[in-house]
């Protein structure tokens, strides 16, 4: 399908150009027709201007140089190699003979006598030292472990369902306080959102939970007393 494609496209392209030729050569015969052309004069070619003969310069004729001629060799007379000199034969001394060697007898060692060993006084070990026994002290007596009396059960808390409930039990949680009105303070609000307050004077905070234990103030100290 492509290449008829592209047949169809070159044949219409072919058309064209050839319709645009023929259109071209017949406005250009129309042209002729109307407008003739009119004969243009040419123009005279320019007079070049006339130079003066001048003769040719006259050559002289190549110098001719001599022969040169070129000397014989000189004669070397020819070199007389000198016969090599003769050594006289070098004769060589008989090996000097040296006089024999005597050993003198070895010189004589009279015997020697070994002492009889020393004799070592026997020696007597001392008698052990007497240690007397020793006795061992009677193992220490562990007093008995008496176990603490286990403390009674804290009595129930009462329930806190107001405000009102609070004051009566902050009032005996900071009657030994040195600020009682501070400690008010705080132990009604702890209470109002905790709903709870230790028993005693002191300690068991624990026993609220952690909204009464990890109350803070501004400063990052404990509030709830």
């Known amino acids: 399908m492509a290449s008829r494609a592209l047949l169809l496209l070159l044949l219409v392209t072919s058309l064209l150009g050839a319709t645009r030729i023929s259109a071209t050569d017949e406005q250009y015969e129309l042209e002729k027709d109307i407008y003739p052309k009119v004969p ?23 110098a001719q140089k001599p022969p040169t001629t070129t000397p014989p060799p000189a004669y070397k007379p020819p070199t007389t190699t000198p016969p090599p ?21 070895p010189a004589y060692k009279p015997p020697t006598t070994t002492p009889p060993p ?17 006795t061992t002290p ?8 008496t176990t603490p009396p286990t403390p009674a059960p804290a009595a129930p808390m009462p329930p806190v369902r107001s405000k009102k409930d609070c004051e009566p039990l902050c009032k005996g949680r900071c009657k030994l306080h040195s600020r009682i009105n501070l400690c008010l303070r705080a132990c009604i609000s702890c209470c109002d959102r ?16 952690k909204c009464y234990t990890e109350m803070t103030t501004h400063g990052n100290r404990p509030k709830c007393p």
């Open 40 to 62: 243009v004069p040419a123009a005279a070619p320019p007079k070049a201007p006339l130079k003066p003969t001048t003769p040719p310069p006259a050559t002289p004729p190549p």
């Open 118 to 134: 020393a004799q070592k006084p026997p020696t007597t070990t001392p008698p052990p030292a007497y240690k007397p026994p020793t």
């Open 85 to 105: 000199a003769q050594k006289p034969p070098t004769t060589t001394p008989p090996p000097a003979q040296k006089p024999p060697i005597t050993t003198p007898p």
């Open 194 to 209: 905790c709903k709870c307050v230790p028993p005693g004077t002191y300690g068991n905070r624990e026993m609220c939970g």
């Open 138 to 145: 009677p193992p220490a007596q562990k007093p008995p472990t």
